[in-house]
């Protein structure tokens, strides 16, 4: 049942997309009030764990538990209760385009609860000030730059006050400032809140210096884990690999396939 | 040979998979517990996204199809002397035929291949996505009201791309060819037969806005995510909505005004 110490356990998870296998044996728990990150090269299924653990999708084999809960055998009025405990903040931003800045935040808030109008404002230019765009709350989602975009997201993620927020690649292309900007944000707001957040991402630097704990996930499995310190010290190849970013080792270089010299010599004949 | 049939056997069974997939989706769209006062909203901003938009195509390509009618129609009749019957022949292929047939090709042109690209673009955007992790079903939110303003507007427009194609048909005949006025309205008035005629005209479009919409929603809603995917899906929508219109004409037809029924 309901773990106090993890909030969310993937246990032995399989998953299968056609053919082929995404993750494979996947053991991950998320531990409550922390910044968990998990990291990987692109590819390797980061954004389909978040659809695991939000029942987008659901696991081939193993399970996905959230609260001690089963996502998999959730039913549909079950899932849509678990998810008003959880915030994401799309790669996208996947605001609604054709509603402003302050109905995109107020949108959950106005599905979900009773709350009057008035309270609404208030709540929603909280929400805003809290991200520092209290004074955009006109504007339309296109006319924001991206990293504003992120920032009302993660407001409208906030809205009903999530116990659990999860992050989509929050930095990728990201000016410096935004960049600093969001994760000031994400560390102020998880340990302001006392929110479990959840980063997926392949930006090192920014990864490294806000998460508490990093799962690093190559080919379909956790190939590493533990605290940025005990990954930079680590002696696993595959880790060093992806920790100081270098171009060439057990992820080789050279997309697999015959040697260079067959293709040599074939030239000739 | 053997590859004919095992590849016809797979899209036989890609059109099933297909079909069953697109009557779920509907099914599970349009069948729930309805909220009425937020429902009317957002049927509201659809019927004007849907129906009050496809407005100008349609009155503009009815006056032009009902000036052809009456063109045509004249230079036939004339030769017979039986100018006077231009009326009959303009209402009746129009309420009949065009108004419904026309009405829902151009439908699909502007409605239909709008609201598939609105749909795969939420898609895309991570918007359906995003509403399902709010706990909001993008089925019951996004895909109902659309589906029911275009089957609402279809009929309409259709009636009105009749109306207006009439009055097209007028200007030509009477203000033009100087058919007599008299004629052309009482010959038509007393051929045209509101069950027989308007009615089943009117039957066509509703089954018509059914498809349409239906192919379009699903569209959307199943295409693949990326701007190719949502060019494919855009351009599905026409060319299937298109043969539907016209294949379902033709049994429609045939039920109706062909002594099957």
């Known amino acids: 049942m309901r773990n106090e110490d993890y909030i969310v356990e993937i246990q032995k998870m399989h998953f299968l997309r056609g053919e082929r296998k995404i993750f494979d044996d996947v053991n991950i728990r998320i531990a409550r009030g922390k910044i968990t990150a998990v990291m990987g090269p692109s590819g390797t299924g980061k954004t389909t764990l978040l659809r695991l653990i939000s029942g987008l999708l659901k696991a081939s084999q193993g399970s996905v538990l959230v609260n001690g809960h089963n996502v998999g055998k959730m039913n549909r009025s079950h899932l849509m209760r678990m998810r008003r405990e959880m915030g994401m903040l799309f790669q996208s931003g996947a605001l609604f385009t054709s509603i402003n800045v302050f109905d995109n935040i107020a949108f959950p808030l106005r599905e979900h609860t009773k709350l009057s109008e008035e309270l609404i404002r208030y709540i929603v230019l909280m929400k805003l000030q809290a991200v520092g765009l209290r004074n955009a709350h006109q504007l339309m989602p296109r006319e924001l730059s991206g990293g504003m975009a992120r920032r009302v997201a993660l407001a409208r993620a906030m809205a009903l006050d999530p116990e659990i927020i999860m992050y989509d690649e929050p930095f990728t292309g990201q000016d410096p400032i935004a960049m600093a900007i969001l994760v000031k944000l994400i560390r102020s707001l998880n340990d302001a809140l006392g929110i479990t957040s959840v980063i997926v991402s392949h930006d090192l630097h920014e990864t490294l210096s806000i998460a508490d704990y990093i799962y690093v996930i190559a080919g379909g499995k956790v190939i590493g884990e533990g605290t940025p310190e005990q990954l930079q010290n680590t002696e696993s190849p595959a880790v060093r690999q992806f920790i100081q970013g270098l171009p060439d080792g057990p992820v080789p270089f050279h997309y697999p396939g015959k040697p260079y010299t067959d293709d040599l010599l074939a030239e000739k004949h | 040979m053997l590859k004919v049939i095992q590849h016809l056997g797979h899209r036989a069974l890609h059109f099933f998979l297909t079909i069953g997939r697109a009557t779920l989706i509907l099914l599970s769209s349009i069948i729930g517990r309805p909220r009425l006062k937020l429902g009317f909203k957002l049927l509201v901003e659809q019927l004007y996204a849907v129906g009050v938009l496809s407005l100008p195509i349609i009155i503009c390509s009815g006056v ?15 030769r017979f002397g039986a100018e006077q019957a231009i009326g009959q022949l303009i209402a009746l292929s129009l309420v009949r035929e065009l108004g419904p047939v026309i009405g829902a090709l151009l439908f699909a042109g502007r409605a239909g291949s709008a609201l598939t690209a609105e749909i795969g673009l939420m898609k895309a955007t991570e918007q359906l996505d995003g509403l399902q992790l709010m706990g909001i079903d993008p089925l019951r939110r996004i ?41 052309f309205w009482s010959n038509m008035q007393s051929s045209v037969d509101f069950h027989e005629d308007i009615l089943n005209g009117v039957i066509k479009s509703i089954v018509f806005g059914f498809l349409v919409t239906w192919i379009a929603v699903y569209q959307g809603y199943a295409s693949v995510p990326t701007s190719e995917g949502i060019g494919y899906a855009t351009t599905r929508t ?7 219109i016209l294949g379902a004409d033709f049994v429609l037809t045939a039920v109706m005004f062909g002594g099957l029924g």
């Open chain 2, 64 to 78: 032009f199809v009902g000036m052809v009618l009456g063109l045509q129609g004249y230079t036939t009749l004339v």
């Open chain 2, 238 to 244: 026409v060319v299937y909505s298109s043969l539907v």
């Open chain 2, 143 to 183: 895909i109902a009201p659309r589906f029911w303003a275009g089957f609402y507007s279809l009929p309409l427009l259709s009636l009105i791309f009749s109306a207006v194609a009439v009055y097209g048909g007028y200007m030509v005949a009477v203000e033009w060819l100087n058919v007599d006025d008299g004629a």
